[in-house]
């Protein structure tokens, strides 16, 4: 058989599952499904524009430089490319979709390279599964649907592998002509431009956005984001001295970020990522929790409510203020990692009240669309900046299906993670500290290599980055967020900070 037989035949098999699965999403304006169509008639033309590439450019790879050749072989057989084990593959993934965009679209780039990457994220359950049959669907129904772990639930490799594709992301990758761009800053710019940031707050499209972004930045690295249940912190004595911000994890929570998987990073707008946490704000409580599982329908959990103690929105705004630097500002909160390891809990919380939804109210998710809030925001205005897709769009269960959740640890086990134990006391895991998991590191792993006690961030460390703070001035921030709850135990000195350079954003 040849190529052009197999292109044609799988030409007309994604079409008509394509149309298959429209009749699936919940749609109830035919402009919308005739809008969804041109969207999934652009991915169908991108396979098989991948599919032309690959026979041109196999033909003529000789003449290609060495970091071309490298990235063939992350080709599939269908000739697109794809995400492996070997995180070289992300970075050859993002330098052929920049330099596609680039060719396509030389004055759009960075829109079409997002667009690319959505249509990726989309794609990820429904457009190839049926190539194989029924029994092929069933098998990889698992591997396309994602499971998202809290992040003290990752093995370790896991996390390494995690932080390293992010790593990849975060650095220049190379084009043809010699020039060179950074992926994670393009994803991360997606959520600065005031028109992004009008259409992804302040209605009933945060939930649904969000989930979008989230998906975005695991079509660009190929793994499921974890999550930070920032419920585990908040029932310690201390929140600030969980290990979550120790080199183990997420790196120092005081000053510069100059140690840990996300040391030295420059974002976009050319400054430091720095963090004082415990500073304002609040982590999410267990009773905020709760409080939100009180309802069984969208409304009063969406902004604008009456209710803004129980609004997810609000109270999703709380960790932002409470970690500062970077992620305490709209403009700027993407640009730290841990920004999307937080909306992961965001999203899981909405996952769960979905559920209840179902189970509790018999109510469908997917058409309790609250239509209030901002122009930006109407059910079948578009969801900005994400090509085609509708607000109404972010709610259906296709997108949730994309995804599921390893419930967040209990007690008495924890999940049997080295990094939490149960308090008795309220019945709830907690985090361990700093100082217990150092403690906990043995002679034996530490004389066998095993363990690095140098990667546990120590209370003299902490006390030297909170000195570092006070001899920095004002950082450059856009708008901060906003919090219906304040810690008591917050000490109240959030960072001085001056508005934003203005810039053009990249998308």
Same mark, same amino acid.
């Given at each position: 058989?040849?190529? #052009?037989?197999?292109?044609?035949?799988?030409?007309?098999?994604?079409? @008509?599952?394509?149309?298959?699965?429209?009749?699936?999403?919940?749609?109830?304006?035919? #402009?919308?499904?005739?809008?969804?169509?041109?969207?999934?008639?652009?991915?169908?033309?991108?396979?098989?524009?991948?599919?032309?590439?690959?026979?041109?450019?196999?033909?003529?790879?000789?003449?290609?430089?060495?970091?071309?050749?490298?990235?063939?072989?992350?080709?599939?057989?269908?000739?697109?490319?794809?995400?492996?084990?070997?995180?070289?593959?992300?970075?050859?993934?993002?330098?052929?979709?920049?330099?596609?965009?680039?060719?396509?679209?030389?004055?759009?780039?960075?829109?079409?390279?997002?667009?690319?990457?959505?249509?990726?994220?989309?794609?990820?359950?429904?457009?190839?599964?049926?190539?194989?049959?029924?029994?092929?669907?069933?098998?990889? #129904?698992?591997?396309?649907?994602?499971?998202?772990?809290?992040?003290?639930?990752?093995?370790?490799?896991?996390?390494?592998? !995690?932080?390293?594709?992010?790593?990849?992301? #975060?650095?220049?990758?190379?084009?043809?002509?010699?020039?060179?761009?950074?992926?994670?800053?393009?994803?991360?710019?997606?959520?600065?431009?005031?028109?992004?940031? @009008?259409?992804?707050?302040?209605?009933?499209?945060?939930?649904?956005?969000?989930?979008?972004?989230?998906?975005?930045?695991?079509?660009?690295?190929?793994?499921?984001? +974890?999550?930070?249940?920032?419920?585990?912190?908040?029932?310690?004595?201390?929140?600030?001295?969980?290990?979550?911000?120790?080199?183990?994890?997420?790196?120092?929570?005081?000053?510069?970020?100059?140690? /840990?998987?996300?040391?030295?990073?420059?974002?976009?707008?050319?400054?430091?990522?720095?963090?004082?946490?415990?500073?304002?704000?609040?982590?999410?409580?267990?009773?905020?929790?709760?409080?939100?599982?009180?309802?069984?329908?969208?409304?009063?959990? *969406?902004?604008?409510?009456?209710?803004?103690?129980?609004?997810?929105?609000?109270?999703?705004?709380? +960790?932002?203020?409470?970690?500062?630097?970077?992620?305490?500002?709209?403009?700027?909160?993407?640009?730290?990692?841990?920004?999307?390891?937080?909306? /992961? !809990?965001? @999203?899981?919380?909405?996952?769960?009240?979905?559920?209840?939804?179902?189970?509790?109210?018999?109510?469908?998710?997917?058409?309790?669309?609250?239509?209030?809030?901002?122009?930006?925001?109407? +059910?079948? /205005?578009?969801?900005?900046?994400?090509?085609?897709?509708?607000?109404?769009?972010?709610?259906?269960?296709?997108?949730?299906?994309?995804?599921?959740?390893?419930?967040?640890?209990?007690?008495?086990?924890?999940?049997?993670?080295?990094?939490?134990?149960?308090?008795?006391?309220?019945?709830?895991?907690?985090?361990?500290?700093?100082?217990?998991?150092?403690?906990?590191?043995?002679?034996?792993?530490?004389?066998?290599?095993?363990?690095?006690?140098?990667?546990?961030?120590?209370?003299?460390? *902490?006390?030297?980055?909170?000195?570092?703070?006070?001899?920095?001035?004002?950082?450059?921030?856009?708008?901060?967020?906003?919090?219906?709850?304040?810690?008591?135990?917050?000490? /109240?000195?959030?960072?001085?900070?001056?508005?934003?350079? +203005?810039?053009?954003?990249?998308?």
């Amino acid at each position: 058989m040849t190529i #052009k037989n197999i292109v044609c035949g799988y030409k007309k098999l994604i079409k @008509d599952h394509i149309i298959q699965k429209l009749h699936q999403i919940e749609f109830v304006n035919p #402009k919308v499904m005739k809008a969804l169509q041109s969207l999934n008639s652009l991915v169908l033309a991108s396979i098989v524009g991948c599919l032309f590439v690959n026979i041109t450019t196999v033909k003529g790879q000789n003449s290609r430089p060495n970091h071309i050749q490298n990235c063939q072989q992350y080709r599939d057989r269908r000739g697109r490319f794809e995400l492996t084990g070997n995180d070289d593959s992300v970075y050859c993934l993002q330098q052929n979709l920049y330099q596609s965009a680039l060719t396509s679209s030389p004055f759009n780039v960075s829109i079409v390279y997002v667009e690319a990457l959505l249509q990726r994220a989309l794609s990820r359950c429904s457009t190839f599964n049926f190539l194989f049959g029924r029994n092929a669907r069933q098998r990889r #129904k698992r591997s396309c649907s994602w499971e998202r772990k809290e992040v003290r639930m990752l093995s370790r490799s896991e996390w390494r592998r !995690f932080t390293n594709r992010l790593n990849i992301l #975060k650095r220049p990758v190379r084009l043809l002509g010699g020039n060179s761009f950074i992926p994670y800053d393009i994803i991360s710019d997606i959520h600065r431009s005031d028109v992004n940031i @009008d259409a992804a707050h302040g209605g009933p499209s945060f939930l649904g956005w969000h989930r979008v972004y989230l998906l975005l930045l695991e079509a660009a690295i190929g793994m499921p984001v +974890p999550y930070w249940d920032s419920r585990l912190d908040y029932d310690m004595t201390e929140p600030t001295d969980s290990v979550l911000w120790s080199d183990e994890f997420f790196g120092p929570g005081f000053g510069v970020v100059d140690s /840990g998987p996300f040391a030295g990073w420059i974002t976009a707008d050319n400054i430091s990522l720095v963090r004082n946490i415990g500073s304002r704000g609040s982590l999410i409580s267990d009773a905020m929790f709760n409080d939100i599982l009180q309802y069984t329908n969208h409304d009063p959990v *969406v902004e604008p409510t009456q209710f803004p103690i129980r609004s997810i929105e609000l109270i999703h705004g709380g +960790p932002h203020v409470w970690v500062d630097g970077q992620l305490s500002s709209l403009q700027t909160a993407s640009q730290e990692p841990v920004f999307f390891l937080h909306h /992961g !809990f965001v @999203d899981y919380i909405w996952y769960v009240f979905r559920k209840q939804m179902r189970e509790v109210g018999n109510i469908n998710p997917a058409s309790d669309y609250p239509n209030k809030g901002p122009t930006s925001h109407r +059910p079948q /205005g578009h969801m900005i900046p994400f090509g085609n897709l509708r607000n109404i769009q972010g709610y259906s269960d296709f997108l949730e299906s994309l995804t599921r959740y390893q419930t967040s640890p209990t007690c008495p086990s924890c999940g049997r993670s080295r990094y939490l134990e149960c308090d008795q006391t309220i019945n709830r895991c907690k985090s361990k500290t700093r100082r217990q998991f150092q403690n906990s590191i043995s002679l034996a792993d530490v004389s066998s290599g095993r363990r690095q006690p140098e990667n546990i961030v120590s209370l003299a460390d *902490v006390s030297s980055g909170r000195r570092q703070l006070e001899n920095m001035g004002p950082i450059y921030l856009g708008e901060k967020f906003k919090s219906p709850y304040t810690d008591r135990r917050t000490r /109240g000195d959030a960072l001085r900070f001056l508005p934003l350079i +203005p810039r053009q954003t990249l998308v």
